[in-house]
């Protein structure tokens, strides 16, 4: 057995060509690294992307890739999960690519909770394309196509994926290797579909759009990072807990020191809370929001397929197969 491959090996020859800052570049250190922390293989593992900026994605890691059209990689990353369960297959989209067009295949892909593991690049955005308003754009966001400033009313990724019923959702920061490397672990070892949404900041068409919240000097004090059965607490020196005012059934910021048993503590099952935590504005909730384990669709597929999931030992088995006819 060879030896554990390292983030380095995850590494190809390609030049790396997004814009000079873009956040694109530290989520793909994150995932280089989750790679080798996994202990991934280069063969067994694969990505597939659509179209947009974060979509040059499997150009830049040494494995199989897919780089798809404009909003489908979900259909094809599906294809591909069931015609071969044992491979690791990362979706990468962005929030106009997988939000817009190809809102629909990603619907499906959560409903359906097969084994891929999605990442959502949100930048609120279309950068590729010149900086056209997406739909995760806030109204007012003025761009090429919404010179006025927009008037949509922007998508929420995540009340987007548990309306979908999906059974895992987190969020990470395109700058916090910590945050990103624990989503991107706990979403590589949950059986079913995965969605991280990862604010990304677009340095050209919506330079610090998140800045309200990412912002490293404030991040004590706007971001809600969650653990599973912990208290719910942020601040300095975690000083600043979530409450569930039960009256309004609204989460309010309290006093940890004065008020401790108020605090909640987080229960990534719970998908009403986990619903208030994604519309939190400040602090915004970080990590594991949402995760309630449920059988794959490729596990309940293949339970009633001939082959129990196994796959054809050979080609020659393949071609010699009762679908095959042998002519003289």
């Known amino acids: ?38 202990g991934a293989s280069r063969e067994n593992t694969a990505f597939v992307s659509g179209i947009g900026c974060a979509s040059r ?6 494995t199989y890739g897919f780089h798809t059209i404009h909003g489908r990689a979900p259909a094809i990353a599906t294809g591909l999960k069931l015609a071969n ?22 619907l499906h892909a959560l409903r359906r909770n097969i084994g891929l593991k999605i990442l959502l690049f949100n930048n609120e955005i279309y950068g590729l394309t010149k900086g056209q308003y997406s739909p995760t754009s806030r109204i007012g966001t003025t761009s090429p196509s919404s010179p006025g400033g ?15 019923g999906a059974k895992f959702f987190a969020r990470g920061v395109d700058t916090d290797k910590a945050g990103m490397s624990h989503v991107l672990l706990q979403a590589h070892a949950f059986q079913g579909t995965s969605l991280i949404e990862i604010f990304q ?14 912002d490293r000097k404030n991040a004590a004090n706007t971001q809600l990072h969650l653990k599973h059965g912990e208290p719910m607490l942020f601040g300095e020196n975690n000083g600043k807990g979530i409450h569930l005012n039960r009256d309004t059934l609204e989460l309010e910021v309290v006093d940890a020191s004065t008020s401790p048993d108020d605090v909640l503590v987080h229960d990534e099952a ?10 939190q504005h400040l602090p915004v909730a970080m990590g594991v929001i949402y995760r309630q384990p ?30 095959s006819w042998h002519v003289d």
């Open 150 to 164: 927009s008037v949509d009313s922007p998508i929420s990724p995540g009340q987007f994926a548990l309306g979908a």
């Open 294 to 323: 449920a059988i794959s669709y490729e596990a309940a597929f293949y339970a009633h397929h001939p082959s129990r999931m196994q796959r054809t030992k050979s080609i020659g088995d393949f071609i010699k197969g009762p679908s």
């Open 201 to 214: 900041n677009c340095i050209v068409y919506n330079e610090d759009v998140f800045a309200s919240f990412t």
């Open 85 to 106: 369960p044992e491979l690791d297959v990362w979706v990468v989209t962005g929030d106009g690519d997988g939000l817009s067009i190809g809102g629909n295949h990603l």
């Open 270 to 279: 719970n998908a009403t809370i986990a619903r208030l935590l994604i519309d």
């Open 1 to 38: 057995m060879s030896d554990k491959l390292t983030a380095k090996d995850f590494e190809t020859s390609q030049d790396v060509r997004w814009c000079p800052g873009c956040g694109d570049y530290a989520v793909l250190k994150s995932v280089t690294k989750a790679l080798a922390d996994v």
């Open 57 to 62: 994605f499997p150009l830049y890691v040494e």
